[in-house]
């Protein structure tokens, strides 16, 4: 399995190097991260997802035919305490049990000059659909592609909070979501 | 009785005052929030005893350099062993008047939530995030608290002795508006 990995990517490197007929697929988990950073009274609270799966088809030599789709195990979140941690996969924050994913899948990437990109896409959670925007850089890093991008989730679009919570001045509606994909590449047929 | 007295400098009077009605809010908002389930008025009273504790942290500096460079005035006549308690008594006030707020502010950012000053002003985490750290300096900030207002507590009833019974001047001097 592992040496397949390796031959691939090797074999990847090369035909990229030869005929840019490369894509990066193979998203690894284990380096990929998922954070965000709330503000609670003003004061930035770091936390982050720790399960997702991500789909991932991007060739840096047709950026804008690249699209993703990225599932998050919403139960898998980190909200900086064990307070926090219980609260919010509750009913009025995001109801995991009804909800138990988010989902966002791109509908399109825009270049943006040099090795930053933008993808638009849907974002689905606690059964609301909103476009979304996530600016992100690409770069590579040995064989592997590493995506890193960031953009600001407004948690009330999403009712990410209801009741009380949806005091805006305790936690502010402003989230900002961080990502950090790394992906293998995997050779494709030339078309 | 006594010959009117010197009093304390207008700077170390103003001190004690805002310090004393700083820490007897933030005492008791201190107990009551500890007791709330995650809400945004806990959030919130959080924030606020966090400000009020770190305005005593803030206010604890010039007035310890004023007492350090000032001295205050003269012991009105009591017997030894009282003079004794009572200079202990400030000594001890002095410090935990800085520890209890450093305690806290350390145990905020080993609880990974950073200090942020009215929301709007940063205040450094001197600490990382450090769970067990966190809830041990909870613990010494709640023992701590205690110490402080059970010696509030008693520094205020040998106020009020020295007024009440020996009716001298100890209060009198202290007081923003006596003469
Ligand atoms: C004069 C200053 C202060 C006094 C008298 C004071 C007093 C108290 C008291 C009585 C409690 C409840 C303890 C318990 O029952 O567990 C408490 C809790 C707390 N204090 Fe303070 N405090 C002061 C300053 C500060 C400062 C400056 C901070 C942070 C910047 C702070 C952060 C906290 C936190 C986070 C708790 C709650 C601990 C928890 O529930 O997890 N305090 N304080």
Do not use: C
Request: no cysteine; glycine share 8%.
């Amino acid at each position: 399995m592992k040496i397949n990995h390796i031959a691939l990517s090797a074999a990847a490197l090369l035909l990229a190097g030869a005929a840019h007929a490369v894509e990066f697929k193979q998203v690894d988990a284990a380096k990929s991260s998922l954070a965000f950073t709330s503000k609670q009274m003003g004061v930035p609270v770091p936390g982050s997802f720790k399960k997702f799966t991500a789909q991932l088809a991007f060739d840096p030599a047709k950026p804008t035919a690249a699209s993703t789709t990225l599932e998050i195990d919403l139960a898998s979140i980190d909200a900086g305490s064990k307070d926090a941690n219980d609260e919010v996969v509750g009913k009025q924050w995001f109801n995991v049990k009804a909800f138990p994913t988010a989902k966002f899948v791109s509908t399109g990437v825009k270049a943006l000059g040099g090795n930053r990109f933008e993808a638009v896409g849907k974002m689905t959670i606690k059964g609301q659909t909103r476009d979304v925007t996530a600016p992100f850089t690409f770069k590579q890093d040995a064989a592997n592609g590493v995506f890193d991008g960031a953009f600001v989730l407004k948690r009330m679009d999403f009712n990410i909070g209801e009741g009380p919570w949806s005091d805006v001045s305790a936690v502010a509606n402003e989230i900002e979501i961080k990502f950090h994909v790394v992906a293998a590449p995997v050779a494709v047929a030339k078309k | 009785m006594n010959k009117p007295t010197e009093r304390y400098t207008g700077p170390a009077i103003a001190a004690h005052w805002l310090i004393a009605i700083l820490i007897l809010a933030a005492f008791p908002l201190g107990l009551y929030m500890h007791e709330l389930t995650l809400s945004p008025t806990k959030l919130k009273l959080y924030s606020y005893h966090k400000w009020i504790g770190m305005t005593v942290l803030l206010l604890f500096v010039p007035r310890i350099l004023w007492r350090l460079t000032h001295r205050p005035p003269a012991p009105l006549p009591m017997p030894a062993w009282q003079h004794k308690i009572a200079e202990g008594t400030h000594h001890l006030l002095y410090l935990l008047m800085f520890l209890v707020p450093l305690s806290g502010w350390l145990m905020s950012s080993a609880k990974g939530f950073q200090v942020v000053y009215f929301g709007v002003l940063p205040i450094p985490d001197l600490i990382g995030k450090d769970k067990e750290l966190g809830e041990l300096l909870e613990e010494m900030h709640e023992v701590l608290s205690w110490s402080l207002i059970t010696l509030v507590g008693l520094h205020l009833a040998g106020a009020l002795k020295h007024h009440i019974i020996d009716k001298d001047s100890t209060l009198r001097r202290m007081l923003p508006f006596g003469k």
